[in-house]
């Protein structure tokens, strides 16, 4: 029984692997400011624990975002506590974001084909 | 310029890291009867390069997964060339596909939702 969910831990870790990027790199394209980790984190709801188990793991992954150029960040100081780092996406991050949606849609739509056999493609076996 | 096919490859390769396996437990438990990797490669057709880049990079794929218990294979001759090595889906193999089925699905909803901000969850921003 311990095996299945080291398996299913696995399999989960490598699925969020690419799709935590997707989805901050999308929710910081929609977003009209800049916004800081946490309001990300809420902005996602309990989605973030579906694809990064749980909110922390959201933080080093904007930092790869940002040494990577597809988003931009500031600190500024908060009222209510310690200075906040606020990121946004940059031009790059738009362009990249365009080529990762197409890439993830091609890749759900052919996972789903396979997994559901009585469509055409499925058929095929 | 360059950079967007670095960070595309890099996003693709991290998607396929997941969905390579699931695909391949997929197939195999949709199977009749026991498969070879050209079989394989050859029922998933064109959308074996979309998430494994080249048909290749499934055997190491079907390797781990014997390796992990998933999968059972047995070596036959064949009439028309070398021996070939027959792949059928384990009771393991089926218990840890039904987790990932759930998992992918949970994914892709959630991944979905965030992208198409007009839906009730996307709409919270």
């Known amino acids: 029984m311990g095996d299945e969910d080291?398996?299913?831990r696995k399999f989960q870790?490598?699925?969020s692997a690419g799709t935590v990027s997707l989805v901050l790199l999308a929710?910081?394209?929609?977003?009209?400011?800049p916004m800081y980790g946490y309001?990300?984190?809420?902005?996602l709801d309990d989605g973030a624990g579906v694809v990064a188990g749980k909110q922390s793991a959201l933080y080093p992954v904007l930092r790869n975002l940002s040494a990577a150029g597809l988003l931009d960040s500031e600190v500024e100081p908060s009222v209510s506590g310690p200075p906040r780092r606020y990121y946004r996406i940059t031009t790059l991050g738009r362009i990249v974001l365009a080529q990762w949606i197409a890439s993830w849609t091609a890749t759900r739509d052919f996972v789903d084909t396979v997994l559901d056999p009585s469509t055409p493609q499925g058929?095929?076996?």
């Open 6 to 8: 080291l398996h299913l």
């Open 13 to 15: 870790k490598e699925l």
């Open 27 to 33: 929710v910081l394209a929609q977003a009209t400011e």
């Open 39 to 43: 309001q990300i984190a809420k902005r």
């Open 123 to 125: 058929a095929q076996a």
